[in-house]
């Protein structure tokens, strides 16, 4: 049975789950609900969920487990094979499983009978071909040892997904009896189902920790790699980034430090630029506008965050960095030559600010609103003005999540690419002076990870150890923030 | 000398006009809450408002220092005079009118702030405070009119939303007395205050009294007799009688006010 | 009043309220500041704004038009079908090679009379690489028509285009090697006689990639399907997740080791660059998962991952500002913690939760770099999906990434495609976005 | 799957999709998919098995190298088909309106951009602010090279091709020798960039080179061929040595900067993913890559040896190791 | 049968106990706030706090239905007992003991929507009502013994912070009452009400001690006295005195009780 139909009726199942216990605990409170621990529905939820989150469970369990055990099983057939060409078992087990799926789809297609997949002697039948017809890839041609293993893997496959079915409406049935049995006037069937939706909530929470888990065990195995081939002590402490092509014998410089500091160089003039205009425009918004202009400019504002960051790029190289280099460059109007090139810190600095005015401005903007009136009325009571106000009662009390905002906007800074590509350059330089040219991590992950150079020498590798040092250090900057929130969190009421 | 200042007071008490209404309706959009309101409140004295609840007492209480303003759906008509002077002019800053005037909310909202803040938020802003030693002692002294010094006098680092309710209202009391308003609205300024505590407001209201203008919301009665010298007595968004405390309490004119006191309409 | 005045006590002479003291003025200097760098700064934000929307409508807006040709070819037989049977799979051995002599021999036809130096052969230069093939697939279509002479109304090339708009001039054609000024000259009398004419581009808003030789007929409809494919999975799955992440956290996980982890690994996500994304969808989701390449579904999955940070963050930050009294007079009634979260506490906190969700997905839907990896990026001219499952399920590439490949591509023409597929998203994004804008005002109140 | 999933280079990807466009157009296949994410990323993807999940082809524009082919062989990838198409030109072109930039020489660059070069006999830190200051015919203007960031393989190739061929020239390189330096030292001396404002790297593609030299009219950036024949209005492009750089100059390999492009088929594929055999064939048949097909219109140096590579195609002739 | 009824009442006054504190000690991180009190109260009776601002009473009050609970500083020791069962027992749900002890905040705190819903909402997470028509009726009825129906009918649609204070502190009262409770938690429930608000709910209150218990903290001893069967009095944390309100309002024992009812600490 497809496992969607098997979903399917599972989840009809909840349905006639839901119904039935609701029934039943009407019933037992003789039709009057105020007898009962909770309302109606959740005895209906309750049912409804026995019945299909058990079973749902199974089958995925079901489906992770039954081809490990399988493939264990089916690789003895093979081992031997192995051992003769010297090939992995791994390698071979794929074209197994290959052979087998494609024998599958020959037989749903009308290919192939059943009885003719029986019948097929890798010696005779040109099975690579066979397949090939309806979509197939084999890397080789098929052994009788992988036919006969691809066969029983079909076999066994087919045996595991008719219990499979088995169980899991089995399961359900029982989850739908034994919940339905328990359901009385005195069951408590509000705090189960609470403690299943807690459960949900708990699962979305730590996908987070999955998808860090995630990015840590996609990145740190090529990390690996990288600092056997280069030394980690030269990674973090080299002061020049100058990779050249591994092809003509090395001479990389790889070290860290130079993007590092362009990273939290244009961050910080981004921040510089975004938060205080953000800040003051979430303040006018909330607190002055006339509720039209504040319904107009808040998602005029939100539209600077959904501008492709190609533009922003673009916008820098054309039109931000050429006014710069007129102001400060050498000739320019202030006349100090401070700035050679369109391309540099300030520039990407000032245009990814730009993008960022909507995180800092919309979100606050929401925080301050939530701030109750009667904050405002006893500070406006006491003489003070708006903006006094504002200062010193309203930003106090909208701290956290002003904070959340910023940390928002910091992040977007360091991920940002485009902007740094085309705005600051691409010479990674240890400067304080804003006019020059520089780069930031995100930016060289990028390239590298999209250029040239082989993807098993260290110039291509290098780009998995700067992703996983950033995130490293970001953690660092958010557990710094954390801490400083909780310092100074203030809680009205 | 003494006998020159009571004098004095006692003149100013029956003629200088701190505050004179007129006319005064207020619409919270289509809710007409107070209507047609004329009073004139006389300087260094109590008047205490009296009504059932939902009455109007709180909305024209609002209106006298603007704090109406805030509110999006109210509407102000008429013409309201401190000192003279049209409050609701063009010219006039409503901020310098809530230094002017203060006000004791119903609700207590002290700040997400340390108690100490709380207290020196209004000279702070005010400038009354020419270093931190001045602002100490303001602070001590507003806390010790409001009633609440011994009570907070160790914990002044501790937040005023972890105070009781009673302890917040002082705390809110405390406050408004530390900017030294002229004038000071207090909207039931003792709704959860034991006796004790109650007594030592009043006795701080009393204390107002000498130099400034109080205007008191109160439910009780016996608070509006025992403090008061003026009454006003609001009915459904009226002014149904206003005059002496004595007089009001003793011999009302409207038979409404009468049934009130005597308990009779809420 | 008499001469014996006491001193008054007051601390502070009476002052008249309608003349304002110094000390107020200067107070409210500083308020008229304060409100003035407020506006300063939304209009700072709204004048970047419409600079760069400005910069993008203008370079923009030539894409929403298209120059045309109406020719009349001879579908030659003996070109087409040499056997004569109208046998469809001899018909389609024919490439569109095969038909490049009947575009010229009806170019030919057309510029009879018109004064030019152009030889014959060059003529097609004014045509687009993809007349060929619409006319041979109208043959495939119609066998019968050939050897007959049929009216057809083909895209021009992108340079003659250019020159209709303006960006080509005759001085830029002296060294290209495209099209001569010669060919302009005949495009003017044939704009005269009207077989030329610029008209409204649908093809741009509906249609597919184009290779690099052939801008004028490249369009952004495909890609914006697969954006929308995209979208309805962020949609669906961040917003759910980002929420109940974000409950369970601020709600009603204990202080402890366990939770100040998980809030910590959120943030810190927040500032995992994209492209990181990218090598781990590619890892997760077609590595282990074994979805199919450069699909939808896959990099729905990703942003869905690459957005909800954002969503939480914002999510939190506006449950943490619902004050206590409102929980404490749900729960005083007995409603359990999950009742007073999802009755009230959600609902206020609702205009923050919309807020992160459309920057959320603004940031989704122009995010190109972790698409490069999961072959999202690139000459994807699928055809429209036949299917819900089939939008999720066949390749397709996604509005950023079709814009940045445009931006990238050598032909100017290929720049103000790249510009005009900007107004469409950006069209794109508002439309998405305004039904959670009208919600966030319904949602916004003060207590 | 029944379409044919290509990945790889952004410098082959152009071509790829004439290709891909007109295979959809001439067969009955589904319009082939040709990602775009660099020789790398595509190489990288290419070797990681065999099967469904993973593409067909890998555009590169250079050769797969050693380490590439083992890791392939380790994933199972071992019969791969090298298909060379034909070579990208790399030309040095500046503003159209700015100094007349019109004919350099190895050495020029190399005196331009090189941290240290010969100055009366002597090997000293770069000196040169202007052109002219080592070269009276170049235009008298400030020197500003727009070059491919490290990230390029053309950087790779104006490195060698023209900045160690300048240092050759010049006599630096033997100064180099005679100052003490091994072979191999001053080999890779000879192959360095001066990094300050002189130079500037690109990380970006051409478009975003084009942005800058339009932006600074001393600049003179590097370009494709094919891209410099497409905007001809805005830049006007240099001989180098005396070579003006064309599809004919480049193929007779007259004019020295160029490199060769390269599709990687998986072998296993073929007979496997319908048409991939067939897109192999058309990518280099004669209507396609030859000298007058449209890829050569479009910019592509064709390959010379053409037909030995259709001859390769249809033996599914695979690369020995 | 008025005597059964009577007699009835009198004996469940005096014998069963429905709330019964031992050793209870509350900390607000450092700060003690209730010192090992105990405290036995009885079913269908009116028990009264009373004592100084700050001396603990809300604090012990939000203990019974574990409100306290919410506040991440505050820590409980000791036991509390309802209907013999301890309510800091681990299987004890908090939500199903706050259904049955229901509780009104000192400070008024209506929901952000409409004075319909403010009151439904109760009846409808416990299924109170069957339909749109049974809830009318709650809700009515609840509005009606909260003193507000006829202020309110004509506006069930308007939000609840539209009211004045003193609606708002009844619109709280009938959304109590609403749900039932067994026992009604009543924190200053007249603080901001007329008197002759007040007085209709005293005799709200009346009428629930025929069902229920109802304790309720006052700062008004006359209201302590009218509605009371028994009184308690906390002083700086501790249960000082706890006894008939008869006993304590003629003959308290301890002589800080004494000073209080006299008015001499506070
Ligand atoms: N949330 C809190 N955090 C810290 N301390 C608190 C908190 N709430 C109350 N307290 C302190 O606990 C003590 C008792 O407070 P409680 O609110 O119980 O007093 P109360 O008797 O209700 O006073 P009132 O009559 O003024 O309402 C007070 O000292 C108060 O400051
Ligand atoms: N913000 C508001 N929006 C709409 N209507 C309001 C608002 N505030 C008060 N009202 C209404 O205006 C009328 C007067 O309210 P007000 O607060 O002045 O009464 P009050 O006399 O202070 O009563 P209480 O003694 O209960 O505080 C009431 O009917 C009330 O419902
Ligand atoms: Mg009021
Ligand atoms: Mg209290
Ligand atoms: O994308 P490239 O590998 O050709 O630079």
């Known amino acids: 049975m497809p496992n969607t139909i098997l979903i399917l009726i599972v989840l009809a199942l909840g349905v006639i789950g839901f119904v039935l216990g609701r029934q039943r605990a009407m019933a037992s409170a003789g039709g009057n609900s105020r007898n009962l621990h909770s309302l109606p529905s959740y005895y209906g939820y309750n049912v409804a969920c026995a019945t299909t989150l058990p079973a749902m469970g199974l089958l995925i369990l079901w489906l992770l487990v039954q081809p490990l055990i399988i493939n264990s099983s089916v690789s003895g057939l093979v081992s031997d094979q192995a051992s003769e060409e010297g090939a992995s078992l791994d390698l071979i087990m794929s074209d197994v499983r290959r052979v087998a799926d494609g024998l599958d789809t020959a037989v749903e297609t009308g290919v192939l009978t059943e009885e003719e997949v029986e019948a097929l002697d890798a010696e005779q039948d040109d099975i690579r071909d066979l397949l090939a017809g309806v979509g197939f890839a084999l890397g080789s041609d098929v052994t009788p040892s992988t036919l006969e293993a691809a066969k029983s893997y079909r076999a066994m496959n087919e045996v595991g997904d008719t219990w499979k079915s088995v169980f899991v409406i089995a399961t359900a049935l029982t989850g739908l009896l034994v919940s339905w049995r328990m359901t009385n006037k005195d069951f408590r069937a509000r705090n189960v189902v609470e403690q299943g939706v807690l459960a949900i909530l708990i699962f979305a929470a730590s996908i987070a920790i999955l998808t860090t888990l995630g990015i840590v065990l996609s990145l740190i195995f090529n990390t690996m790699e990288f600092f056997r081939l280069y030394p980690a002590s030269e990674f973090f402490f080299g002061l020049s980034w100058n990779p050249s092509f591994s092809g003509r014998g090395g001479g990389s410089e790889l070290g860290i430090l130079p993007l590092l500091w362009g990273t939290l160089y244009i961050s910080l003039i981004a921040l510089i630029v975004a938060v205080p205009i953000g800040l003051f425009a979430a303040i006018y918004l909330s607190e002055y506008a006339s509720k039209p202009v504040r319904s107009v400019a808040k998602p005029l504002l939100e539209v600077l965050a959904g501008i492709p960051t190609i533009v922003y790029g673009l916008f820098a190289l054309l039109t931000v960095g050429p006014l710069l280099v007129e102001v400060f460059g050498q000739k320019g109007f202030l006349g100090v030559d401070w700035m050679s090139g369109g391309t540099a810190v300030m520039t990407a600095g000032l245009v990814m ?90 930016a060289k992950i990028v390239s590298q990870l999209t250029g040239d150079s082989d993807f098993s020498s260290p110039e291509a590798l290098v780009a998995f150890a700067l992703g996983i040092t950033l995130f490293v250090i970001t953690l660092g900057l958010n557990i710094f923030a954390l801490y400083i929130v909780r310092k100074y969190r203030e809680q009205y009421e | 000398m003494e006998d020159l200042a009571y004098m004095d007071r006692q003149m100013s008490t029956e003629q200088d006009i701190k505050i004179s209404a007129k006319n005064v309706q207020v619409y919270y959009a289509d809710n007409h809450a107070i209507k047609d309101v004329n009073v004139d409140i006389a300087d260094k004295t109590v008047t205490a408002f009296i009504g059932p609840s939902g009455c109007g007492k709180s909305t024209f209480l609002r209106c006298i220092n603007r704090m109406n303003d805030t509110i999006d759906v109210c509407r102000v008509e008429g013409a309201i005079k401190i000192d003279g002077e049209d409050i609701y002019d063009k010219r006039v800053d409503p901020v310098q009118l809530r230094a002017k005037v203060g ?109 400034y203008s109080v205007v008191i919301v109160t439910h009780s009665m016996q608070q509006a007799a025992r403090v008061s010298q003026k009454t006003a007595f609001f009915h459904l968004g009226n002014l149904v009688e206003y005059d002496d405390t004595d007089k009001i309490f003793t011999n009302p004119e409207d038979e409404r006010t009468e049934s009130y006191i005597s308990g009779r309409i809420g | 009043m008499t001469d014996t005045t006491v001193t008054p006590v007051s601390a502070k002479p009476a002052k008249s309220i309608l003349e304002i003291d110094a000390r107020t003025k200067k107070r409210n200097a500083a308020e008229k500041r304060f409100k003035a760098y407020g506006i300063a700064a939304i209009c700072v934000g709204l004048f970047f704004l419409v600079a760069l929307l400005w910069a993008i409508i203008q370079n923009g807006t030539p894409a929403f038009t298209q120059t045309y040709v109406t020719l009349d070819v001879e579908l030659l037989e003996e070109k087409l079908d040499k056997t004569g049977e109208r046998d469809i799979e001899a018909i389609k051995k024919v490439s569109t ?202 990099g729905g999955l990703t942003l869905t991952l690459m957005t909800l940070p954002t969503i939480v963050i914002s999510t939190r930050a506006s449950l943490k500002a619902v004050p206590p009294s409102i929980r404490d007079a749900a729960l005083g009634v007995g409603a359990s913690k999950m009742q007073t979260v999802f009755h009230h506490v959600l609902p206020l906190a609702m205009p923050g939760i919309l807020t992160g969700t459309i920057i959320g997905l603004a940031q989704a839907l122009g995010e190109t770099a972790p698409l490069l990896l999961i072959g999202m990026v690139g000459f994807i001219a699928s055809n429209y999906p036949e299917g819900v499952a089939s939008g999720f399920l066949d390749p397709n590439s996604a509005m950023p990434a079709q814009i940045y490949e445009w931006a990238k591509r050598a032909d100017p023409a290929y720049y103000e495609r790249a510009w005009g597929g900007i107004i469409v998203l950006l069209v794109f994004l508002l439309t998405m976005n305004i039904i959670a804008i009208i919600l966030r005002r319904r949602f916004e109140r003060r207590w | 799957r029944d379409n044919v999933q290509v990945a790889g280079s952004s410098t082959v990807l152009p071509y790829a999709s004439i290709v891909a466009e007109a295979f959809g157009e001439n067969f009955d296949f589904p319009t082939p998919v040709v990602e775009s994410g660099g020789s790398s990323a595509g190489l990288k993807r290419f070797c990681e098995g065999v099967g469904e999940n993973t593409i067909d082809i890998a555009n590169a524009s250079r050769a797969i190298r050693e380490k590439e082919i083992v890791a392939c062989a380790e994933a199972g990838v071992t019969d791969i088909i090298e298909v060379r198409i034909g070579y990208d030109g790399i030309v040095f072109a500046s503003q159209i309106d700015g100094p007349e930039y019109t004919a350099f020489t190895q050495s020029d660059l190399f005196n331009a951009l090189a941290p240290k070069v010969m100055v009366d006999g002597e090997l000293v830190d770069n000196p040169h602010t202007k052109w002219s200051d080592f070269n009276a015919d170049l235009p008298d203007a400030e020197i500003l090279a727009f070059i491919p960031g490290t990230k390029h393989g053309t950087r790779e190739v104006f490195e060698e091709n023209v900045i160690a061929v300048g240092c050759e020239e010049t006599g630096a390189h033997d100064a180099m020798i005679a100052g003490g330096m091994s072979e191999d030292e001053a080999e890779d001396a000879c192959l360095a960039v001066i990094g300050d404002g002189r130079s500037v790297d690109i990380d970006g593609d051409y478009t975003e080179t084009l942005a800058r030299i339009d932006a600074n009219s001393n600049g003179i950036g590097v370009f494709g061929l094919a891209f410099y024949e497409n905007n001809t209005d805005k830049l006007k492009v240099a001989t180098m040595a005396g070579v003006e750089p064309s599809t004919e100059s480049i193929s007779t390999g007259e004019y020295p900067v160029s490199r060769p492009l390269f599709f990687y088929i998986k072998a296993a594929h073929i007979g496997v993913i319908p048409g991939l055999k067939e897109f192999a064939e058309f990518f280099v048949a004669d209507e396609i890559a030859g000298p007058d097909g449209p890829l050569a219109e479009y910019g592509l140096v064709s390959d010379p040896a053409l037909a030995d590579t259709q001859m390769m195609i249809s033996d599914e002739q695979t690369m020995t190791n």
């Not at chain 1, 939530?370 to 010193?392: F, I, K, N, W, Y």
């Not at chain 2, 004791?104 to 009354?128: C, E, M, T, W």
């Not at chain 3, 494919?229 to 409950?247: H, K, R, T, W």
Request: charged share 20%; aromatic share 6%; hydrophobic share 45%.
């Open chain 2, 103 to 211: 006000m004791v909310f119903q609700k207590p909202n002290p700040f997400p702030k340390s108690i100490y803040d709380n207290v020196a938020y209004g000279p702070r802003i005010h400038g009354l405070a020419k270093n931190r030693a001045e602002l100490d002692d303001i602070v001590e002294k507003a806390l010790r009119r409001g009633a609440i010094w011994d009570e907070v006098k160790d914990r002044l680092d501790a937040p005023g939303t972890g105070l009781s309710g009673g302890q917040q209202q002082r705390l809110c009391i405390a406050r408004a007395v530390a900017t030294e308003p002229q004038v000071l609205l207090m909207d039931e300024p003792c709704s959860a205050l034991d006796p004790i505590a109650t007594a030592q407001v009043e006795e701080l209201i009393d204390e107002l009294r000498q130099n």
């Open chain 3, 97 to 298: 090679f095969g038909y490049k002599p009947l575009i010229q021999n009806a170019l030919v036809d057309a510029t009879e009379g018109m004064e030019t130096e152009i030889e014959d052969k060059n003529l097609a230069k004014l045509l687009s690489d993809s007349a060929a093939a619409q006319i041979r697939d109208y043959v495939i279509a119609n066998p019968d028509q050939i050897g007959e002479t049929v009216e057809f109304t083909v895209l021009a090339s992108s340079r003659v285009d250019g020159y209709l708009k303006g960006r080509v001039t005759r001085e830029d054609l002296a060294r290209d090697k495209n099209l001569s000024p010669d060919h302009l000259d005949l495009i003017d009398q044939m704009v005269e006689d009207g077989s030329v004419e610029r008209i409204f581009n649908w093809a741009f808003i509906t249609g597919a990639d184009a290779s690099e030789k052939r801008p004028e007929s490249a369009g952004i409809g495909v890609s914006m399907i697969g954006s929308f494919f995209m979208m309805l999975v962020v949609l669906i799955l961040a917003l759910p997740i980002g929420v109940a992440a974000s409950i369970y956290l601020e709600e009603f996980a204990p202080q402890n080791r366990f939770t100040d982890l998980i809030e910590v690994n959120i943030s810190n996500l927040a500032a995992v660059p994209s492209i990181v994304f990218g090598i781990l969808g590619l890892a997760v989701f077609i590595q282990f998962a074994h979805l199919p390449q450069s699909a939808p579904i896959v």
């Open chain 1, 353 to 442: 600010g730009i993008m960022l005015i909507p995180f800092v401005s919309s979100l606050s903007d929401d925080i301050i609103n939530a701030v109750p009136q009667s904050m405002r009325d006893g500070s406006l009571g006491l003489g003070a003005t708006h903006s006094e106000t504002v200062r010193q009662v309203i930003l106090p009390a909208a701290l956290p999540g002003i904070v959340g905002a910023i940390l928002l906007a910091a992040s977007r800074a360091i991920g940002e690419t485009m902007i740094v590509v085309l705005g600051a350059g691409a010479a990674a330089r240890l400067s304080m002076n804003p006019f020059e040219a520089m780069t930031t991590v995100t």
